[in-house]
Protein backbone atom coordinates (compact mmCIF):
# COMPACT_ATOMS: atom_id res chain seq x y z
CA UNK A 1 0.00 0.00 0.00
CA UNK A 2 1.51 3.66 -1.16
CA UNK A 3 0.89 6.14 1.64
CA UNK A 4 -0.82 8.94 1.11
CA UNK A 5 2.19 12.12 0.97
CA UNK A 6 1.55 14.64 3.66
CA UNK A 7 4.99 16.09 4.09
CA UNK A 8 7.32 16.06 1.09
CA UNK A 9 10.93 15.62 1.52
CA UNK A 10 11.81 18.94 0.67
CA UNK A 11 8.84 20.15 3.35
CA UNK A 12 10.44 18.13 6.10
CA UNK A 13 14.30 19.70 4.68
CA UNK A 14 13.37 23.15 5.09
CA UNK A 15 10.91 22.54 8.54
CA UNK A 16 14.45 20.82 10.40
CA UNK A 17 16.23 23.95 9.26
CA UNK A 18 14.21 26.14 11.33
CA UNK A 19 13.49 23.91 13.92
CA UNK A 20 17.43 23.79 14.19
CA UNK A 21 17.70 27.64 14.28
CA UNK A 22 14.95 27.40 17.04
CA UNK A 23 16.69 25.05 19.38
CA UNK A 24 19.69 26.75 18.92
CA UNK A 25 18.60 30.14 20.12
CA UNK A 26 15.98 28.59 22.95
CA UNK A 27 17.80 25.63 24.52
CA UNK A 28 20.81 26.93 27.23
CA UNK A 29 24.04 27.81 26.22
CA UNK A 30 26.42 25.64 26.26
CA UNK A 31 27.36 21.90 24.90
CA UNK A 32 24.12 19.75 24.47
CA UNK A 33 23.20 16.50 24.65
CA UNK A 34 20.67 15.01 22.14
CA UNK A 35 19.23 11.94 22.86
CA UNK A 36 17.48 10.18 19.78
CA UNK A 37 14.78 7.88 20.76
CA UNK A 38 15.06 4.52 18.96
CA UNK A 39 13.80 3.31 16.21
CA UNK A 40 11.40 5.95 15.39
CA UNK A 41 13.63 9.28 15.31
CA UNK A 42 16.48 7.78 13.72
CA UNK A 43 16.14 9.84 10.65
CA UNK A 44 14.82 12.89 11.74
CA UNK A 45 17.94 13.05 14.78
CA UNK A 46 20.28 12.84 11.73
CA UNK A 47 19.14 15.60 9.93
CA UNK A 48 18.64 17.72 13.20
CA UNK A 49 22.18 17.69 14.51
CA UNK A 50 23.68 18.66 11.28
CA UNK A 51 21.23 21.80 11.74
CA UNK A 52 21.85 22.93 15.23
CA UNK A 53 25.31 24.76 15.17
CA UNK A 54 26.56 24.12 18.55
CA UNK A 55 28.87 21.61 20.32
CA UNK A 56 26.65 18.37 20.97
CA UNK A 57 27.29 14.78 21.90
CA UNK A 58 24.67 12.39 20.44
CA UNK A 59 23.06 9.37 22.36
CA UNK A 60 20.66 6.76 21.57
CA UNK A 61 17.74 5.12 23.57
CA UNK A 62 16.31 1.97 22.50
CA UNK A 63 12.92 1.73 24.09
CA UNK A 64 9.62 -0.53 22.99
CA UNK A 65 5.99 0.12 23.65
CA UNK A 66 3.58 -2.15 25.07
CA UNK A 67 0.07 -2.41 23.28
CA UNK A 68 -0.55 -2.72 19.55
CA UNK A 69 1.17 -1.08 16.84
CA UNK A 70 -1.27 1.90 16.28
CA UNK A 71 -2.52 1.79 20.36
CA UNK A 72 0.27 3.26 23.38
CA UNK A 73 -0.10 1.11 26.56
CA UNK A 74 2.19 3.97 28.04
CA UNK A 75 4.48 0.68 29.36
CA UNK A 76 7.63 1.36 28.03
CA UNK A 77 10.67 -0.66 28.29
CA UNK A 78 13.84 0.53 27.96
CA UNK A 79 15.67 -1.85 25.56
CA UNK A 80 19.58 -0.14 25.14
CA UNK A 81 20.23 2.47 27.79
CA UNK A 82 22.50 5.56 27.16
CA UNK A 83 26.18 4.80 26.47
CA UNK A 84 27.18 8.17 28.64
CA UNK A 85 26.07 9.80 32.04
CA UNK A 86 23.33 13.14 31.42
CA UNK A 87 24.05 14.52 34.49
CA UNK A 88 24.76 17.91 34.34
CA UNK A 89 24.50 18.05 30.71
CA UNK A 90 21.89 20.21 28.77
CA UNK A 91 19.48 17.18 27.04
CA UNK A 92 17.24 17.95 24.55
CA UNK A 93 15.42 14.14 24.14
CA UNK A 94 14.64 13.51 20.40
CA UNK A 95 11.54 11.73 19.64
CA UNK A 96 9.85 10.66 16.33
CA UNK A 97 5.56 11.67 16.93
CA UNK A 98 4.01 12.61 20.53
CA UNK A 99 0.71 10.63 20.56
CA UNK A 100 -1.13 10.15 23.57
CA UNK A 101 2.26 11.28 25.46
CA UNK A 102 2.60 8.50 27.44
CA UNK A 103 5.90 7.49 26.35
CA UNK A 104 7.74 10.98 26.26
CA UNK A 105 6.35 11.15 30.12
CA UNK A 106 7.34 7.90 30.63
CA UNK A 107 11.10 9.11 29.29
CA UNK A 108 11.17 12.55 31.05
CA UNK A 109 10.72 10.73 34.19
CA UNK A 110 13.42 8.52 33.85
CA UNK A 111 15.80 10.98 32.25
CA UNK A 112 15.13 13.85 34.64
CA UNK A 113 16.15 11.04 37.68
CA UNK A 114 19.78 11.17 36.52
CA UNK A 115 19.86 14.99 37.22
CA UNK A 116 20.52 16.99 34.01
CA UNK A 117 21.27 20.81 33.86
CA UNK A 118 18.18 20.88 32.05
CA UNK A 119 15.95 18.66 29.72
CA UNK A 120 13.73 19.63 27.14
CA UNK A 121 11.68 17.48 24.24
CA UNK A 122 11.41 17.85 20.57
CA UNK A 123 9.00 15.47 18.76
CA UNK A 124 9.02 15.59 14.67
CA UNK A 125 5.11 15.30 14.76
CA UNK A 126 2.76 15.92 17.29
CA UNK A 127 -0.80 14.84 17.29
CA UNK A 128 -2.51 17.06 20.19
CA UNK A 129 -5.99 15.55 19.65
CA UNK A 130 -5.05 12.43 20.94
CA UNK A 131 -3.15 13.63 24.17
CA UNK A 132 -4.17 11.38 27.16
CA UNK A 133 -1.37 13.48 29.50
CA UNK A 134 0.09 17.37 29.92
CA UNK A 135 3.49 16.52 28.62
CA UNK A 136 5.61 19.68 27.63
CA UNK A 137 6.37 19.38 23.87
CA UNK A 138 8.98 22.16 23.51
CA UNK A 139 10.28 21.67 20.14
CA UNK A 140 8.04 20.59 17.31
CA UNK A 141 8.22 19.91 13.71
CA UNK A 142 4.55 19.48 12.46
CA UNK A 143 1.06 18.80 13.95
CA UNK A 144 -0.59 16.05 11.80
CA UNK A 145 -4.20 15.18 12.17
CA UNK A 146 -5.77 12.10 14.41
CA UNK A 147 -4.26 9.43 11.01
CA UNK A 148 -1.45 7.06 11.31
CA UNK A 149 1.46 8.31 9.73
CA UNK A 150 4.73 6.66 8.36
CA UNK A 151 7.77 7.36 6.63
CA UNK A 152 11.12 9.33 7.62
CA UNK A 153 11.68 6.73 10.28
CA UNK A 154 8.16 6.20 11.62
CA UNK A 155 6.92 2.51 10.59
CA UNK A 156 4.14 0.40 10.20
CA UNK A 157 5.18 -2.88 11.56
CA UNK A 158 8.87 -1.81 10.91
CA UNK A 159 8.14 -1.02 7.48
CA UNK A 160 8.09 2.10 5.36
CA UNK A 161 10.89 3.67 7.65
CA UNK A 162 12.92 4.58 4.43
CA UNK A 163 10.10 6.76 2.39
CA UNK A 164 11.46 10.17 2.13
CA UNK A 165 8.49 11.91 2.85
CA UNK A 166 5.61 11.80 5.53
CA UNK A 167 2.45 9.86 4.56
CA UNK A 168 -0.50 9.03 5.88
CA UNK A 169 -1.88 4.74 5.62
CA UNK A 170 -5.10 4.46 5.12
CA UNK A 171 -6.46 0.81 4.58
P1 LIG B 1 2.66 7.84 22.51
O1 LIG B 1 1.21 7.46 22.31
O2 LIG B 1 2.83 9.35 22.50
O3 LIG B 1 3.20 7.19 23.74
O4 LIG B 1 3.43 7.30 21.24
C1 LIG B 1 4.34 6.25 21.34
C2 LIG B 1 4.95 5.82 20.06
O5 LIG B 1 3.93 5.27 19.23
C3 LIG B 1 5.64 6.88 19.21
O6 LIG B 1 6.94 7.18 19.63
C4 LIG B 1 5.64 6.16 17.87
O7 LIG B 1 6.74 5.28 17.77
C5 LIG B 1 4.33 5.38 17.89
N1 LIG B 1 3.29 6.09 17.11
C6 LIG B 1 2.27 6.82 17.56
N2 LIG B 1 1.53 7.30 16.53
C7 LIG B 1 2.14 6.86 15.41
C8 LIG B 1 1.88 7.03 13.99
O8 LIG B 1 0.93 7.71 13.55
N3 LIG B 1 2.74 6.41 13.15
C9 LIG B 1 3.81 5.67 13.57
N4 LIG B 1 4.10 5.49 14.86
C10 LIG B 1 3.26 6.09 15.77
Redesign the pocket.
Known amino acids: MKPIELFSAATIARRVTELGKQIDAQMPPGPMTLVC?LK?AFVFMADLVRAIPRQMTCDFLGVR?YGD??L?S?VVEITSDLGTTITDRNVLLV??????????RYLLDVLSARGPASLRTCAL?S?PS?R?IDVPVDFVGFE?PD????GYG???GQLYRNLPYIGVLRS
Open positions: VGSATSGEDIADTGLTLLKRAVEFVVLDA
